[in-house]
């Protein structure tokens, strides 16, 4: 891979985005390679950490100079719409990881992922009524899920940058690191946090939270079902209730 680097660990799966020069702008090769990494990760379920690397840049979004050169059948394509639904339709959670911009479809990019961690310098925005085009990649509707759907309007409407106290507060983000040189410890601390839980209790747990409103309560019923079935639930609550036994010290 040339757009993204790679990082292989136990459980998780750690995804730099590599176009420095070009401020991480998503082009249609970082495209294939994501492609390829939410396959590996589909065959093989494993938490997902996504970085912009040390450069002080997440994405600046898409490669303007391809996106200007696309027609209609392009944008029926759903090239990075079509990405981004794939990685928030992964098995098990993931995170990003995000310091400095994260500009139209770099921030439809961070959106698509579970969780969201940024330093204090992290600016989100969507500019792209500006260049004569809407935020086709998730904005419309995974930002008003996330900040309510007056605010995501008006972010929407007027292009208007996000700092990251801000993010917070409207809860776009759900941790700010106030040194980006932490940023990858407070990410990392979060997965392995997550990482503690059941398996496919998480997966499971993903499904139903991501389900459409008429699925439920059907939805959390059989994703129930088969987790009281998982020997996996009886060994944590054996583990649960022999601690709640054992003589205090």
Known sequence: MTALLLEERADRLVVTLNRPDRRNAI???????????CERLAESPRLLLLTGGAEGIFAAGADIAQ????????????????????????PLPTVAAIDGPA????AELAYACDLRVCTSRAVFGQPEVHLGIIAGAGATYRLPALVGEARAKELLFTGRRVDAAEALRIGLVNRVVAEPAGLLDVAHALLDEIARASPLALRLTKLAVDAPAAAHPQVDLVAQAVLFEDEEKRRRMTAFLERGRAPKS
């Open 103 to 106: 500009l139209g479809g770099g």
């Open 27 to 37: 082009d249609a090769a970082m495209v294939e390679e994501l492609h390829a990494v």
């Open 67 to 90: 996106l200007r050169e696309r027609g209609r059948l392009e944008a029926l394509a759903a090239i990075n719409q079509g990405l981004f639904a794939r990685i928030r339709a992964l």
